[in-house]
């Protein structure tokens, strides 16, 4: 598949983003732990980052479908900068707080950032139906490439203190720094981008939604059970249960989210030819429940290497889903309610997220049995299951039908 300029700049700012996230999203809690903060703050901050993106996004579904994507991709761009340098002013908890809310830190292995809507919606319109798992396949795959390196990355602060007797502390504040820095060449990147709105078609003259209001918005609320389940283990998270449950170090959890990251980010390539064989929403869900089993299996694991090799199989399957979902959201609704539809799916996604690592963090903090692993497991299934009743008949106008539903 041919890509255009405009895309792979697109595709290159993911990568470059994913870099960024995964490297700061290991990197976050043993910074926040060397402050001081116990695992209950430290969930309490995941939680304000999330929050943050939520009430971004927001902003961004009201203006998006009428305003030009480069001017929102440029503004966000700012707000990243501003994010890394705050993080790496302040120590005490309140300050950080404030900054995890207002700024773009993310602490997930996925992309929950406010960049998210605008560049899905910017996609679909460079893409036919049945190219569009492709696209954003490779779309996603920049992104999970790239934080795979940078959570092996992560442990670098911690090599370059036993290395050069340096303060741990200093080092991993400058890792904030360097997230700042990525933040200003994404946005060189993103200043060559063509002056158009998120969906070249333009906008609706009225709501942001129209015809496609009630499907949108069903799809709004299964996604948010989803991602209410997926923020009791987000990365930054899971980093903190490895350490607590097993004692793995800064070095060895680096390394082992470089693995995930690569197996998540390599297994989406698969996500174009499942669907085009059996359809979106088959994908989404018959690679999402395997995922599932393993979260809560390793929950149980009594050695490190069991867990790790359980999450290690989990990441081959966690995010196969995502390039179909992606896909399916862009497909069911007209092209003018795109950008729209991007954010209504992705604010109640950031919101639910936002609502259960605080939950996570107090669960950890009295047990380092994987209970969050449990029940975000069960959650997500639920979400599966769900999601095949509702939408299994379902399937985009620009969509071609599945090879393993013809005759």
């Known amino acids: 598949m041919g890509l255009s300029s405009e895309v792979r700049r697109v595709v290159t700012a993911r990568g ?7 490297f700061v999203s290991v990197l976050l809690v043993g910074y926040l732990g060397s402050l001081g903060f116990s695992p209950f703050q430290i969930g309490t901050i995941v939680t ?11 902003a961004v579904g009201l203006i998006g479908h009428r305003a030009r994507v480069r ?20 120590s005490a908890f309140l300050p950080m707080l404030v900054v995890a809310v207002i700024g773009t830190l993310n602490p997930s292995a996925g992309d929950v950032s ?13 893409a036919g139906g049945p190219e569009r798992p492709r696209l954003y396949a490779l779309y996603n795959l920049a992104g999970a490439m790239a934080g795979a390196f940078g959570a092996l990355l992560s442990a670098g602060p911690a090599v370059l203190a036993r290395t050069f007797d340096r303060s741990l502390e200093s080092l991993q504040r400058g890792g904030f720094l360097l997230y700042a820095t990525v933040a200003c060449v994404i946005a060189l990147v993103y200043r060559r981008l063509p002056r158009e709105r998120a969906d070249a078609a333009g906008a609706l003259a009225g709501r942001p939604l129209g015809p496609s209001r009630r499907i949108v918005l069903q799809l709004a609320g299964l996604f948010s059970l989803d991602a209410a389940a997926g923020g009791l283990v987000v990365q930054s998270l899971l980093v903190l249960w490895l350490h607590l449950r097993f004692g793995l170090s800064a070095a060895t959890t680096g390394s082992v989210f470089f693995a995930v990251g690569l197996l998540s980010a390599l297994s989406q ?11 979106l929403i088959r994908t ?3 690679t999402h429940l395997p995922a599932n089993l393993m979260l809560i299996l390793a929950a149980f694991a009594p050695k490190a290497w069991l867990a790790v090799g359980l999450l290690l199989v989990r990441s081959l399957f966690s995010q196969m889903d995502v390039p179909a979902r992606q896909a399916f959201v862009m497909g069911v609704v007209t092209p003018e309610e795109r950008a729209a539809a991007a954010s209504v799916t992705n ?16 669960m950890l903090t009295h047990s380092n049995i994987g209970w969050p692993l449990v029940i975000a497991g069960v959650g997500k299934a639920s979400y599966d299951l769900l999601l095949l009743a509702l939408f299994r008949s379902v399937v985009p106008e620009d969509e071609e039908l599945p090879r393993a539903g013809r005759r």
């Open 16 to 22: 470059l983003r994913g870099f960024a996230d995964g």
């Open 48 to 58: 304000g980052t999330l929050l943050g993106s939520a009430a971004l996004t927001i």
């Open 71 to 90: 001017t929102l991709l440029l503004g966000a761009s700012v707000l990243m900068f501003a994010t890394g340098v705050g993080f790496a002013s302040v």
């Open 114 to 126: 406010v960049f998210l809507p605008t560049e899905q919606a910017y996609l679909a319109g460079h």
């Open 269 to 279: 390539l698969l996500s174009a030819r499942l669907s085009a064989r059996f359809g």
């Open 284 to 286: 989404m869900v018959f």
């Open 347 to 362: 604010v109640p996604r950031s919101l639910a997220s936002a609502t259960t690592p605080a939950l996570a963090g107090l």
